[in-house]
T-cell receptor, first 112, second 115 residues
Framework: QKEVEQNSGPLSVPEGAIASLNCTYSDRGSQSFFWYRQYSGKSPELIMFIYSNGDKEDGRFTAQLNKASQYVSLLIRDSQPSDSATYLCAVTHSGGYQKVTFGIGTKLQVIP | DTGVSQNPRHKITKRGQNVTFRCDPISEHNRLYWYRQTLGQGPEFLTYFQNEAQLEKSRLLSDRFSAERPKGSFSTLEIQRTEQGDSAMYLC?????????????FGQGTRLTVV
């Protein structure tokens, strides 16, 4: 079982729709959860982080965390073609120095 | 520029040569990570420093790879006797230690091509 699992996609949504990206993790003690956006050939860019169960909203982005289900998601409202990128879910491990582990990433395509 | 800086941005080397990459983290960040990313994959953890101490090195990392952070500021990653399988993007990230502010910020990466 991979530590952080994501569907590689591509996930295609029409412009203006809501894009829903999902991630599950195996370490039940994980404490911090991050979403990074990565454009082709570029390095990952942090867009959201969440530490507590529930929802966290930032502009068009909402991160959702359910620790009981070991599930974290990212919703992108009013999707724009510029949102087309790979979205990486990252999780810090419990204990120690909290190593950050990444999923494979989900490729999002927003169709104009 | 107060972000994470990596040099060089691109490196092409012949198989068997040694290469060294440099990472300058955000100045107040005491955690520094090296990751490797190949096409279609997420970043793969290589090693981690807390200040100058190297606290973990991936079991997947061969003895040809070595990293240092001598004064707890910049870090170097050296690959000896490069192989074609080493071709990848090498990413450096830094973060603060402690509390909940553990989000890591990435540099622009060094793309290595071994020919």
């Amino acid at each position: 079982q991979k530590e952080v699992e994501q569907n590689s996609g591509p996930l295609s949504v029409p412009e203006g729709a809501i894009a829903s990206l999902n991630c599950t993790y195996s370490d039940r003690g994980s404490q911090s959860f991050f979403w990074y956006r990565q454009y082709s050939g570029k390095s990952p860019e942090l867009i959201m982080f969440i530490y507590s169960n529930g929802d966290k909203e930032d502009g068009r982005f909402t991160a959702q965390l359910n620790k009981a289900s070991q599930y974290v998601s990212l919703l992108i409202r009013d999707s724009q073609p510029s949102d087309s990128a790979t979205y990486l879910c990252a999780v810090t491990h419990s204990g120690g120095y909290q190593k950050v582990t990444f999923g494979i990433g989900t490729k999002l395509q927003v169709i104009p | 520029d107060t972000g994470v800086s990596q040099n060089p941005r691109h490196k092409i080397t012949k198989r068997g040569q040694n290469v060294t990459f440099r990472c300058d983290p955000i100045s107040e960040h005491n955690r520094l990570y090296w990751y490797r990313q190949t096409l279609g994959q997420g970043p793969e953890f290589l090693t981690y420093f807390q200040n100058e101490a190297q606290l973990e090195k991936s079991r997947l990392l061969s003895d040809r790879f070595s990293a240092e952070r001598p004064k707890g500021s910049f870090s170097t990653l050296e690959i000896q006797r490069t192989e074609q399988g080493d071709s990848a993007m090498y990413l450096c990230a830094s973060s603060l230690l402690g509390g909940m502010n553990t989000e890591a910020f990435f540099g622009q990466g060094t793309r290595l091509t071994v020919v």
